[in-house]
C-alpha cells in the first residue's frame, strides 16, 4: 500500500474512535416550569418513558396532559405515590361556574382514575338525563339498571349549591349528582352532553374542611404505573442518581437511554460525563482526535 494511501486509511481509523458509547443527541428537560420532571415523565419525544410522551407535554414552560377530551394543565406530581394532579379550566368549582364538555381519559393511556376523585355533576335535566332514570329503577327487582349517583353525597351537592356562584342559579338541589360510575364507566369518560348536565365539577380532597367548599382541592387525581409489575427501572435509577434523564431511542420505543445534562445521551448513565470533563475540557478532548491524527500521517509519509 502506498504510504498516501495507507496515512489516509489510518486518519480515518483514528478519526472514527469515540470514548463513550453514544447515540444520536436529544436534549430532555429537567423541570417544566416549577414542576420537575422525572421518570416516566419526559418534556418532549425521546424523553421518558415512550408511552407517556402521547400525553404530556412541555410548551412555554408548562406542563399539560392531553387525552380526546381536551388539553389540561398539570398542577403537581407526587412521584412518590405515583400520582398527577391535573385541572379543567371549564369545570366548575365554589368560586366559578360555567359550562363544560366533560372530562374523559383515553382508555389505553397508561393513567387511572384516584380513588379519592370526587364527580359532581350540576344542573342535569331532571325530566330527560339517563342519571335519574338510572336512579328510579335501582330498587326495581326486574333491571338491572345501576344507580348513577351516589344517595350517601347529598351533602356534598348542598355544600356545592350553597357557594355564592352556584347559588347564584338558583338551582334546586335535585339537579345535583355525585357521580359513582368507577373510572367514568367502560368508557372512561363522562359526556356531559349524554348525561344532560351542564356542567361538573371535581375535587380530590376535603383539605380537612368537609363542611367548607371553598377550600377543597378542585382538580383531577390520576395513578401512573411504571409498568405492569410497577417496578422502576433500575438503569433508569442509575442514570437519575448521575444527573441524567432517563430516555428512549426514537427508533426503538422499547431502548434505553441516558440524557446527560451536556446533551450527550448514553445507554448507561452519566458518571463517565464528569470524570471526563473533570480531566479534560469537553472541546479539548473532542477536537484533540485530529491533530493526533494528523501528527501520525506526516510521521509515517516521512518514513
Not at 150 to 163: H, P, Q, R
Request: contains cysteine.
Amino acid at each position: 500500500m502506498k504510504p498516501t494511501r495507507y496515512c489516509i486509511t489510518l486518519f480515518l481509523c483514528i478519526s472514527s474512535i469515540s470514548v463513550p458509547r453514544l447515540v444520536s443527541s436529544q436534549a430532555c428537560q429537567r423541570t417544566c416550569g416549577k414542576i420537575p420532571l422525572k421518570y416516566p415523565f419526559g418534556s418532549g419525544p425521546g424523553c421518558g418513558d415512550a408511552r407517556f410522551q402521547k400525553y404530556i407535554g412541555c410548551n412555554d414552560q408548562k406542563l399539560t396532559f392531553t387525552t380526546h377530551t381536551g388539553c389540561y394543565p398539570v398542577t403537581n406530581i407526587d412521584y412518590s405515590n405515583q400520582v398527577m394532579y391535573v385541572t379543567d379550566a371549564s369545570m366548575s368549582t365554589c368560586a366559578c361556574t360555567q359550562p363544560s364538555k366533560g372530562f374523559g381519559l383515553d382508555w389505553d393511556g397508561p393513567f387511572s382514575f384516584h380513588d379519592d376523585d370526587v364527580f359532581t355533576l350540576l344542573d342535569c335535566s331532571i325530566d330527560s338525563s339517563p342519571i335519574y332514570k338510572s336512579n328510579n329503577n335501582a330498587y326495581d327487582t326486574n333491571t338491572s339498571a345501576v344507580p348513577l349517583c351516589d344517595k350517601k353525597g347529598a351533602s356534598i351537592c348542598s355544600f356545592l349549591y350553597s357557594c355564592r356562584a352556584i347559588s347564584m342559579l338558583n338551582l334546586p338541589i335535585s339537579t345535583c349528582c355525585v357521580y359513582t360510575p368507577v373510572d367514568l364507566g367502560p368508557s372512561f369518560e363522562m359526556d356531559l352532553q349524554k348525561l344532560q348536565c351542564s356542567s361538573y365539577s371535581a375535587f380530590y380532597s376535603f383539605d380537612g374542611q368537609d363542611y367548607n367548599p371553598e377550600n377543597w382541592k378542585y382538580g383531577i387525581a390520576l395513578k401512573y404505573k411504571f409498568n405492569v409489575y410497577n417496578d422502576y427501572p433500575g438503569s433508569c435509577a442509575n442514570c437519575e442518581k448521575s444527573n441524567g434523564a432517563c430516555g428512549y431511542s426514537a427508533v426503538a420505543y422499547n431502548s434505553f437511554i441516558c440524557n446527560c445534562p451536556s446533551g450527550i445521551n448514553t445507554t448507561t448513565d452519566c458518571y463517565f460525563e464528569s470524570a471526563f470533563n473533570n480531566a479534560l475540557p469537553r472541546q479539548t478532548v473532542t477536537w484533540s482526535v485530529y491533530p493526533l491524527a494528523s501528527i501520525l500521517a506526516l510521521f509515517l509519509f516521512l518514513l
